[in-house]
Every structure is written in structure tokens, then in C-alpha cells.
């Protein structure tokens, strides 16, 4: 916008410059009439009229090109403005003195900002994204662009931009910085949808063969002991094969969850209605139907019907046991929206939340603060909802508790 201006400028001083010029000229000619012989005085009337007219003319040839220039300063400074305010990436200016300058609807979607921005200190503007904020100041400090650079934005759902910034100088040194960036979230969540269903994958290959050897193994052990007969022992030895009894039976059940966790699940997909799924979840689960309560928009999913309750059973009894477990009466919330094309649920409980080591463990494999826990129950949900093209994350509340965040693509009509 600043080129277009000084391009009416200069347009502008060519204008003046060709009235001065012409001026002297009709000068110079007014001299020679008046010097001239004879009928100098005579023919002087007639030429004074002829320049008069040409004068005339030639204002009016250079008023006519002051209004197209203007006019065409004005058209390139509105597509300029179309220009910005249509780019689907975002756009940040920022002058030489740490002002913004331009600020286009694209970046306030992405960072989720308000209308304010220009003339305001850079930092203050872009308040929610520090991270860009300080490329920013780094290329404002340096000389160099900065060119392809991907930064994260906290939040509750954290946001991956790809950002190029290149400073702009001019005679006295660096002018401003254009701060270009990309909203590159989904991409960043699908390549790590991608890793997590090949590295769930390769860990079923490895471990499904070795889990069937310990299932046939526990099993001989099992027969064994219930061939023997507790009443033709002594107290002792009976003592023993109940011990024996239980833990096989114990192991067992480990070993059936590792399998399921392990092998690739056959999922059978259809619409479901993700309310009707969450109620049913709640159903299987002792206890819930007082503790739980559902709000929000409730939409239908494409997905495995049998699975899915699976998951949020073991999310629900997970929540459940983790407020038991700290002493207090349980009360769980599961709420739903609709975000883009995808369903959010968010599942929270009143509980004791986790610790920062258990916090970065929560989906791994046999991690779990629980005595009798396999560490399963959370590794088996992350799976079931990676198998469904979505993704969970878990959290504390700032309020206390645990929190569960799901997202599921919505069912295509």
C-alpha cells in the first residue's frame, strides 16, 4: 500500500514539472514577440492567442492524466487491500519500530484474536502467540529471513504453524518484517496418527506370538491344578493350589488383554450414534449411572459400535475407580460439540488427576499407579480410537481432576 501511495506521489511532481516546463517555454515566447520588427505588435495578439489555447489544453491534457493517475493508484490500492484481505494464509507487517502495521482476517482466525491489531506494539497484538512473536522480534534483530519454520501454539488443542518471515529494507536500513504462516495442524496430527497406528502395529507383530506361548503354558498349569484335588490334601499343599488356581486364572486374564491390545482389530464400520454408544458404556459399567452425567451436541460417527463402548467403558471405570481411589464421591461429566468435521468428547472426573510421571506414561503399556492394575485399560482405548482415525489426549483439569479429550471424524452422509 505504501508503493502505491509514492506512486501517486511521484506521478504528481511529473505533473508540476511539465507546468513549469511549459511556462517557460510560453516565457520564451512572449520575449521573442515582444523584441519582434515591424508587425512584432500586430502578429503578437494572434500568437499570444494560439499559446493561450495551447496552454489550455496542455492543462487540460495533464488534468486528465493527474485523474487517471489517481485512479489507478486508488484501483491498485483497493486489489492490494482484496489481496490481503483474501490470502487464506496468515498475514502480519510490522513496522521497523515494533508496530503492526497490517494484521488480515486469515491471521486473526488462525491465532484467535480480536479486530484489534494495527498500531499497536507487535507482542501485545499477536499476546496468544508468543512462539510467533519471537520470530518476529528475531528477524526485526536480524537481516536474514527466517524461511520455513514451524512453531506451536498452546492450548487445548495445540496449534503447529509453519511460518516464513522476510524483513524489508529500504535506503536507511530494515523497514518492516512480513510475517507469513500456515495453519499446519491437521498435518502435524495426521503424520502422528500415522506413527502411532505403524508403531501399534509393529509391537502387535513382535508380541502377539509370544503372548499366545505364555496363554498356552498358563493354561497346562491351570489343568494341572485343577486335576488336583484340595480335599485329599493337607491343609498346606491345599493352600497352594488355590494359590496356584487364582494366579493362573489372574495371569490369564493379563495375558487375554495383551492380546487384544496386540493383534489388529477387525473393525466392522458404521454410522453410530455416539450418544447411544456413551449411554450403553455407562451401562456396562457398576455404578456410573449415578455418577455420570452427558451434555452437549451429540453427533454420529463412523466407527465400530462394539468397540467404541469399549473404549469409553474403560475411560468411564477408569475415572471412576481414580476418584474412589482418592476418597471421594465420584462425579464424572462427558461432554460433546461439534468441531469442523470432527466430534469432541470430553471426558472429566473429580478425582486426584495425575501426577506429571503418570501424565507422560498414560497410554504406554503396562503403566499404571493401581495394585491390581495390568496398565491395558488406557493403551487398549488409545488404540481402538487411533484404529477409528482419531486421536486422545489426556490432561489435568485446572480445577482438579482428570481429563479425557477425544477426537472422531463424523459419519459422511
Given at each position: 500500500?505504501?508503493?502505491?501511495?509514492?506512486?501517486?506521489?511521484?506521478?504528481?511532481?511529473?505533473?508540476?514539472?511539465?507546468?513549469?516546463?511549459?511556462?517557460?517555454?510560453?516565457?520564451?515566447?512572449?520575449?521573442?514577440?515582444?523584441?519582434?520588427?515591424?508587425?512584432?505588435?500586430?502578429?503578437?495578439?494572434?500568437?499570444?492567442?494560439?499559446?493561450?489555447?495551447?496552454?489550455?489544453?496542455?492543462?487540460?491534457?495533464?488534468?486528465?492524466?493527474?485523474?487517471?493517475?489517481?485512479?489507478?493508484?486508488?484501483?491498485?490500492?483497493?486489489?492490494?487491500?482484496?489481496?490481503?484481505?483474501?490470502?487464506?494464509?496468515?498475514?502480519?507487517?510490522?513496522?521497523?519500530?515494533?508496530?503492526?502495521?497490517?494484521?488480515?482476517?486469515?491471521?486473526?482466525?488462525?491465532?484467535?484474536?480480536?479486530?484489534?491489531?494495527?498500531?499497536?506494539?507487535?507482542?501485545?497484538?499477536?499476546?496468544?502467540?508468543?512462539?510467533?512473536?519471537?520470530?518476529?522480534?528475531?528477524?526485526?534483530?536480524?537481516?536474514?529471513?527466517?524461511?520455513?519454520?514451524?512453531?506451536?501454539?498452546?492450548?487445548?488443542?495445540?496449534?503447529?504453524?509453519?511460518?516464513?518471515?522476510?524483513?524489508?529494507?529500504?535506503?536507511?536500513?530494515?523497514?518492516?518484517?512480513?510475517?507469513?504462516?500456515?495453519?499446519?495442524?491437521?498435518?502435524?496430527?495426521?503424520?502422528?496418527?500415522?506413527?502411532?497406528?505403524?508403531?501399534?502395529?509393529?509391537?502387535?507383530?513382535?508380541?502377539?506370538?509370544?503372548?499366545?506361548?505364555?496363554?498356552?503354558?498358563?493354561?497346562?498349569?491351570?489343568?494341572?491344578?485343577?486335576?488336583?484335588?484340595?480335599?485329599?490334601?493337607?491343609?498346606?499343599?491345599?493352600?497352594?493350589?488355590?494359590?496356584?488356581?487364582?494366579?493362573?486364572?489372574?495371569?490369564?486374564?493379563?495375558?487375554?488383554?495383551?492380546?487384544?491390545?496386540?493383534?489388529?482389530?477387525?473393525?466392522?464400520m458404521a454410522p453410530v450414534d455416539l450418544r447411544a454408544v456413551i449411554v450403553r458404556a455407562i451401562e456396562d459399567v457398576p455404578g456410573a449411572a449415578q455418577a455420570?452425567?452427558?451434555?452437549?451436541?451429540?453427533?454420529?460417527?463412523?466407527?465400530?459400535?462394539?468397540?467404541?463402548?469399549?473404549?469409553?467403558?474403560?475411560?468411564?471405570?477408569?475415572?471412576?475407580?481414580?476418584?474412589?481411589?482418592?476418597?471421594?464421591?465420584?462425579?464424572?461429566?462427558?461432554?460433546?460439540?461439534?468441531?469442523?468435521?470432527?466430534?469432541?468428547?470430553?471426558?472429566?472426573?473429580?478425582?486426584?488427576?495425575?501426577?506429571?510421571?503418570?501424565?507422560?506414561?498414560?497410554?504406554?503399556?503396562?503403566?499404571?499407579?493401581?495394585?491390581?492394575?495390568?496398565?491395558?485399560?488406557?493403551?487398549?482405548?488409545?488404540?481402538?480410537?487411533?484404529?477409528?482415525?482419531?486421536?486422545?489426549?489426556?490432561?489435568?483439569?485446572?480445577?482438579?481432576?482428570?481429563?479425557?479429550?477425544?477426537?472422531?471424524?463424523?459419519?459422511?452422509?
Amino acid at each position: 500500500m505504501s508503493s502505491t501511495l509514492n506512486f501517486a506521489t511521484m506521478g504528481i511532481m511529473a505533473v508540476l514539472l511539465a507546468i513549469a516546463v511549459l511556462f517557460v517555454v510560453v516565457l520564451v515566447k512572449a520575449i521573442k514577440v515582444a523584441s519582434g520588427r515591424g508587425n512584432a505588435r500586430r502578429e503578437s495578439g494572434g500568437e499570444s492567442a494560439m499559446l493561450s489555447m495551447a496552454l489550455q489544453e496542455a492543462l487540460t491534457k495533464l488534468k486528465q492524466q493527474e485523474r487517471a493517475m489517481a485512479a489507478r493508484a486508488e484501483a491498485s490500492e483497493q486489489l492490494a487491500d482484496q489481496i490481503v484481505e483474501g490470502l487464506t494464509s496468515g498475514l502480519v507487517v510490522v513496522e521497523r519500530g515494533g508496530m503492526v502495521r497490517v494484521i488480515n482476517p486469515a491471521a486473526r482466525r488462525i491465532l484467535e484474536i480480536g479486530d484489534g491489531g494495527p498500531g499497536l506494539p507487535f507482542r501485545e497484538a499477536l499476546r496468544p502467540a508468543t512462539a510467533l512473536s519471537d520470530l518476529i522480534a528475531e528477524a526485526l534483530e536480524g537481516t536474514s529471513p527466517i524461511v520455513r519454520r514451524t512453531v506451536t501454539l498452546g492450548g487445548p488443542r495445540p496449534k503447529h504453524l509453519g511460518v516464513t518471515v522476510s524483513p524489508i529494507s529500504g535506503g536507511d536500513g530494515l523497514q518492516a518484517a512480513v510475517c507469513l504462516f500456515t495453519d499446519l495442524t491437521a498435518v502435524v496430527e495426521l503424520e502422528e496418527q500415522l506413527r502411532l497406528k505403524e508403531a501399534l502395529a509393529r509391537l502387535g507383530e513382535l508380541t502377539a506370538g509370544l503372548a499366545h506361548e505364555f496363554r498356552n503354558g498358563l493354561a497346562t498349569i491351570h489343568g494341572y491344578g485343577r486335576l488336583l484335588d484340595p480335599q485329599t490334601l493337607p491343609e498346606p499343599a491345599r493352600t497352594c493350589v488355590d494359590g496356584i488356581r487364582s494366579e493362573t486364572v489372574a495371569l490369564g486374564e493379563v495375558v487375554t488383554n495383551f492380546l487384544r491390545f496386540a493383534r489388529p482389530d477387525q473393525l466392522t464400520m458404521a454410522p453410530v450414534d455416539l450418544r447411544a454408544v456413551i449411554v450403553r458404556a455407562i451401562e456396562d459399567v457398576p455404578g456410573a449411572a449415578q455418577a455420570v452425567t452427558l451434555t452437549g451436541t451429540f453427533s454420529t460417527v463412523n466407527g465400530d459400535d462394539v468397540l467404541l463402548r469399549q473404549a469409553f467403558s474403560n475411560l468411564i471405570r477408569n475415572s471412576l475407580e481414580a476418584c474412589v481411589g482418592g476418597g471421594m464421591a465420584a462425579a464424572v461429566s462427558v461432554r460433546s460439540e461439534i468441531v469442523g468435521e470432527d466430534a469432541v468428547v470430553v471426558i472429566e472426573d473429580n478425582g486426584p488427576g495425575f501426577t506429571p510421571e503418570s501424565l507422560r506414561k498414560v497410554f504406554q503399556p503396562f503403566a499404571t499407579t493401581k495394585a491390581n492394575g495390568t496398565g491395558l485399560g488406557l493403551a487398549i482405548v488409545q488404540k481402538v480410537i487411533v484404529s477409528h482415525n482419531g486421536l486422545i489426549a489426556a490432561a489435568n483439569r485446572a480445577e482438579g481432576g482428570a481429563q479425557f479429550r477425544l477426537r472422531l471424524p463424523l459419519a459422511r452422509v
